[in-house]
């Protein structure tokens, strides 16, 4: 059973404009949500994260939004860039338990 | 700084070889955890290891066995290797909890 999902498997975007990746959880014990980049042929890395006590989390062009009762988390890159292009796993943990990842969305941001 | 450094890049088995995946960090993190990536799946963990000596099984870790004989190293061994295996695999580590995991660059197995 997938406990976080990231239904979109790929999105296409205009460089320069907003994308917005979304990831939906069905876990209501989950605590800190965690977006990663991956780039081909090497590791995730950490881009953002939020805790439950939030519902906005903004790093630079890096926004990311919590809605709790819906269980739903999505990243807001504005404006995107060529070099954003890449996968991104959300991933959520529940104090004291393992992070759980979603499927991930492949980006690709048009020149 | 090396960070999470894992051997080898890629690595062809036949059915029912064994081998030993190596990860090694320098970054003096107490957890360490493998995760596979498989297409579709996203990233499931495999075993983890909050410390030296320590270790614990994740979400699927039939066929595999790890040890923790060093706060450094934490190899993963493919006991009878199975077609079934053939995945990405990656090394994590992260200084105390499983927020803000450092990975490795993959181990790309195919198991034929």
């Known amino acids: 059973d997938q406990q976080v999902k990231q239904n979109s498997p790929s999105l296409s975007v205009q460089e320069g404009r907003i994308s917005i990746l979304n990831c939906d959880y069905t876990?209501?014990?989950?605590?800190?949500f965690l977006w990663y980049k991956k780039y081909p042929a090497e590791g995730p890395t950490f881009l953002i994260s939020?805790?439950?006590?939030?519902d906005k989390n903004e790093d630079g062009r890096f926004t990311v939004f919590l809605n709790k009762s819906a269980k739903h988390l999505s990243l807001h890159i504005v404006p995107s860039q060529p070099g954003d292009s890449a996968v991104y796993f959300c991933?959520?943990?529940?104090?004291?338990?393992?992070?759980?990842f979603g499927t991930g969305t492949r980006l690709a941001v048009r020149p | 700084n090396a960070g999470v450094t894992q051997t080898p890049k890629f690595q062809v088995l036949k059915t029912g070889q064994s081998m030993t995946l190596q990860c090694a960090q320098d970054m003096n993190h107490e957890y360490m955890s493998w995760y596979r990536q498989d297409p579709g799946m996203g990233l499931r963990l495999i075993h983890y290891?909050?410390?030296?000596?320590?270790?614990d099984q994740g979400e699927v870790p039939n066929g595999y066995n790890v040890s923790r004989s060093t706060t450094e190293d934490f190899p993963l061994r493919l006991l009878s290797a199975a077609p079934s295996q053939t995945s990405v695999y990656f090394c994590a580590s992260s200084p105390g909890t499983f927020e803000k995991l450092f990975f490795g660059s993959g181990t790309q197995l195919s198991v034929l």
């Open positions: 876990n209501s014990m989950f605590d800190y």
């Open positions: 290891s909050v410390g030296a000596g320590i270790t």
């Open positions: 939020i805790s439950s006590i939030k």
């Open positions: 991933a959520a943990e529940s104090s004291g338990d393992k992070l759980t």
